[in-house]
């Protein structure tokens, strides 16, 4: 049967693993999106030996699962390489890694749908690659991926409790320690289950006012 008086004593317990999971979760998302723009750019390049090894690893990265991709970093690199990464590091670049191939094709979608017209204005113009891309191309092509964006960092959030099979001492972990110490696993899951619900939703109605507000804009840059 379900014990309020327990519940309420893990609560603080499970409260204060929250800052870690956002941690994780925000620090894996940044990586995500620097390597992102990168791994598009270099999808799209029309040099092959830059294009195929690129295209190679990351669907070889987006197929495999995240937890055989953490094992690696945290058991592999020490014994192949020597690189011994703390088990917090290691979730933190196996997460922002893994969702870079994600966000890459975020990425291309974004670039694929400025107007053809746009890249042929800024050639009769004699604009040189950077002045387009920092100018023209990107100004139109990142703001309409950011609700996608937002989206894929729910996502990366609700895969927090994958980082409890490295030892990472997240949401998921805390709960199973607290269940282990009481045999009631029943309120400690459960409350993890309802935190992330909290969390997700409130992310989720972020997102959409973000969104909602950039069509305000776009709507009112075109009567403009």
């Not at 590091?89 to 107007?115: D, F, K, M, N, Q």
């Not at 690659?129 to 100018?135: A, D, G, I, P, V």
């Not at 030892?167 to 899951?189: D, H, I, N, P, R």
């Not at 989720?204 to 009567?223: C, D, I, N, T, Y």
Request: charged residues 15%.
């Amino acid at each position: 049967m379900w014990d309020w008086e327990y519940t309420w004593s893990i609560l603080p317990k499970l409260l204060e693993v929250i800052p870690i999971t956002l941690a994780i979760t925000i620090a894996g998302f940044i990586i995500a999106c620097v390597l992102g723009l990168p791994i598009a750019l270099a999808k799209r390049s029309h040099r092959k030996w830059i294009a195929l090894p690129v295209s190679a690893v990351a669907e070889f990265i987006r197929c495999t699962p995240l937890i055989i991709q953490l094992f690696v970093l945290v058991f592999v690199l020490p014994q192949s390489l020597g690189i011994t990464l703390s088990p917090i590091v290691a979730g933190i670049a196996g997460l922002g890694i893994h969702y870079s191939t994600y966000l890459a094709e975020v990425y291309r979608s974004g670039i694929e749908s400025v107007p053809k017209g746009q890249w042929e204005a800024a050639k009769a113009l004699n604009f040189n690659h950077k002045t387009t891309w920092l100018n023209i191309v990107f100004p139109q092509s990142i703001p309409p991926t950011i609700p996608v964006m937002g989206n894929y960092l729910i996502v990366m959030f609700k895969e927090t409790p994958t980082m409890s099979a490295i030892t990472v001492v997240e949401l998921l972990m805390t709960a199973k320690e607290l269940g282990s110490q009481s045999f009631k696993y029943l309120e400690a899951l459960t409350l993890v289950g309802v935190i992330f619900l909290a969390l997700s939703y409130s992310s989720s109605l972020l997102v959409r006012r973000v969104e909602r507000r950039m069509k305000q804009k776009e709507r009112s840059g075109l009567a403009k």
